[in-house]
């Protein structure tokens, strides 16, 4: 088989493309394609009683990806950890390795350096893109807390993925997807996150009531970080003219309640401002 100059026992083996007996630029070739054979979307909704249950997976099947990260971490690069997989490199003749890994150097051959097919992974995965689940409050409930409609849910997303090949994320690459230098390139990116959020959807039985809950919704957001009120913004404010208690922030929202009400109460709703709430 054809060599190139420089190589030693343990390094790579390489294909002459051209069986000219010589390894060259001539050899190189194209291998690997980045544009999946298959692609799939599965999404459904199901309901039972007052739960809910939304689904949407993913698949992507049969397309290359070029390894960069463990192209540049199988060797001696730029100052970087190696991969553990090195463990089993080629170390002499009488311990081979598993003859997939070369040699360890910080002097590699030319070829080792360049893109090959030892960096390709020919890949296929099937990703739960997102779940949502959730439990919409009997009707009677609802409406002893002066709503028509309560909804908690929880909603997870890349919640799990199965896939055949070792790279972090088969479906973050390099670069803008539009260039197609960098389309399917395996760089040092981060993978997609796992994301688990929680909520409420809220109807309410009228604008006042809605708003009664916003107004209650800020007083505990400002009380929650009342360490925050000992701080005076950097405006004209001053100790004079801004909240510096509890009682105080209760008190102005209170007067923001009641006058909204006041303004509802001309188109039939109850009077509800001499009402106070803490």
């Known amino acids: 088989p054809a060599h190139y100059p420089s190589a030693k026992p343990g390094d790579g083996r390489y294909v002459d493309v051209n069986n000219d007996g010589v390894l060259n630029a001539d050899d190189r070739t194209l291998i690997g394609d980045p544009n999946p054979k298959f692609i799939w979307g599965f999404t459904n ?27 540049r971490s199988l060797m001696y690069h730029e100052g970087r ?68 409609s309560v909804r908690v849910y929880f909603n997870g997303s890349n919640l799990f993925t199965i896939t055949n090949t070792d790279v972090w994320d088969p479906e973050s690459f390099r670069g803008d997807a539009s260039d197609a230098s960098a ?7 981060y993978p997609a996150s796992k994301v688990f959020s929680f909520g409420v959807n809220v109807v309410f039985l009228n604008r006042c009531e809605m708003n009664k809950y916003i107004i209650l919704l800020f007083t505990f957001l ?57």
């Open 81 to 148: 950890n190696f991969l553990k997989e090195v463990v089993n490199r080629w170390r002499s003749e009488d311990n081979p390795g598993d003859g997939y890994h070369y040699r360890l150097s910080v002097d590699l051959g030319e070829y080792e350096k360049r893109p090959s097919s030892l960096w390709i992974d020919q890949a296929s995965y099937i990703r739960l893109k997102s779940l949502t689940f959730g439990y919409t409050l009997p009707e009677s409930i609802a409406q002893k807390m002066n709503m028509q």
């Open 45 to 71: 909704n199901f309901r039972y009683k007052n739960f809910d249950l939304s689904v949407l997976f993913q698949g992507v099947h049969d397309f290359a990806i070029y390894d960069d990260n463990a192209h």
């Open 183 to 189: 389309r399917g390139v395996m760089g040092n990116i």
């Open 222 to 278: 400002s009380l929650a970080c009342s360490d925050q009120l000992d701080l005076y913004p950097e405006t004209n404010l001053t100790e004079g003219n801004y909240y510096n208690t509890e009682e105080e922030l209760l008190l102005a929202a209170n007067d923001v309640y009641r006058q909204i009400c006041r303004i509802y109460d001309a188109n039939g709703i109850p009077d509800l401002y001499g009402e106070r709430f803490s």
